[in-house]
């Protein structure tokens, strides 16, 4: 195969296995690959514990030769969930609009970079909403570059794609895979020595059913917005009123996380003279709401039976500092008020 210029990939990084293999397929047939990590804000806050997903990126960099690139699509991941074209899935994840958002960003920066096609790590059949051969023609033809995606893992038995009638890529090499199985993935993983265990890319929070009973509550009272579908990530979430919503940290971190998110008029609660956790409180409030609160942060102080906890409140920004005795809710009352059960 003769080339005048060396042939350009943008190969889409997930952080998991599949788009890492996607990617060393190309590589192993001469591509020039730039790994692009399209940011979407719908992940879990800590989701490389071990480390073995950072340690997978540094492969593949090795391999490419060029550092991971990174463009952020939070603002439009978002605004998305509010009316997607195609529909969600079983939860709250609209899977063919986000996929066909990052090959946009995918096409975007294949132009950018002078690149000549975009890479996958698609595998025709493996997850329900996004990745049947149907979805995938859409998603090919809204991305703007049809014919332009090549999806190494399942290339044999997906269309013919530019890359390939051009010569620029051998059909041959490419694999057939389909399905959920993950054996294959893992063998040729293990081919070009990668051991460590690392699952597919998954975690995403909107196949969550809590995490969509939250994100439903903040569509239907609040409205969606960048800052509020932030904080649905972490604390307990409680729904006091139409107007109004608690959230509860459940760790050191989520509290300083709560107390950094508190905007004008939010209400932080703190305990006095026992350690518990803080709240941050957002809405519209009068003494029955504030008095709830106060009960709900109680009850995750376990006082002894009978007993309550002083509790201080105060209106962001500098409002006054109020002390209350509180007594914990019930469990049962408590539960009464959490979403996304
Ligand atoms: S699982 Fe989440 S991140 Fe993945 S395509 Fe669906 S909505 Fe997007």
């Not at 060029?66 to 439009?76: F, I, Q, Y």
């Not at 996004?130 to 893992?153: F, H, N, V």
């Not at 038995?157 to 294959?184: M, Y």
Request: glycine share 12%; proline share 5%.
């Amino acid at each position: 195969m003769s080339r005048k210029k060396p042939i350009k990939a943008v190969a889409l990084i997930s952080g998991g296995l599949d788009s890492i293999l996607a990617a060393r397929l190309m590589i192993d047939q001469g591509i020039t690959v730039l790994p692009l990590k399209v940011l979407l804000p719908y992940l879990p806050r800590e989701r490389d514990r071990t480390g073995a997903k950072s340690r997978l990126i540094s492969r593949l960099e090795e391999w490419a030769g060029v550092p991971l690139a990174g463009v952020d699509a939070s603002g439009e991941a978002v605004a998305l969930l509010k009316s997607p074209e195609y529909g969600f899935g079983s939860n709250m994840n609209p899977c063919l609009d986000c996929r066909i958002l990052m090959l946009k960003k995918g096409a975007e920066f294949m132009r950018r970079a002078g690149a000549d096609f975009v890479v996958t790590g698609e595998v025709l059949g493996q997850r329900g909403m996004s990745q049947r051969r149907q979805s995938l023609e859409i998603a090919d033809r809204e991305s703007g570059i049809p014919g332009l995606i090549l999806r190494p893992l399942s290339g044999r038995i997906l269309p013919e794609t530019i890359p390939e009638k051009q010569g620029w890529v051998e059909r041959a090499k490419l694999l057939s895979l389909s399905g959920r199985s993950r054996q294959a993935q893992l063998r040729l993983a293990e081919s070009v020595g990668i051991k460590e265990p690392v699952n597919a890319a998954g975690g995403c929070l909107l196949t969550d059913p809590i995490f969509s009973g939250r994100l439903r509550d903040l569509c239907c009272h609040e409205g969606l917005e960048r800052r509020g579908f932030e904080l649905l990530k972490f604390g307990r979430h409680f729904r006091l009123s139409e107007k109004t919503k608690l959230i509860v940290g459940r760790d050191e971190e989520e509290n300083g996380l709560l107390e950094s998110f508190a905007g004008p008029g939010d209400v932080l609660f703190y305990t006095i003279d026992v350690s518990g956790p803080v709240a941050l409180a957002r809405g519209e409030f009068d003494v029955g709401l504030i008095a709830l609160s106060g009960s709900l942060l109680a009850y995750y102080c376990r006082p002894a039976p009978g007993c309550g906890v002083k509790i201080s409140h105060r209106v962001q920004a500098g409002g006054a500092e109020t002390i209350s005795y509180c007594l914990p809710a019930d469990e049962k009352a408590l539960e009464a008020f959490r979403i996304g059960k």
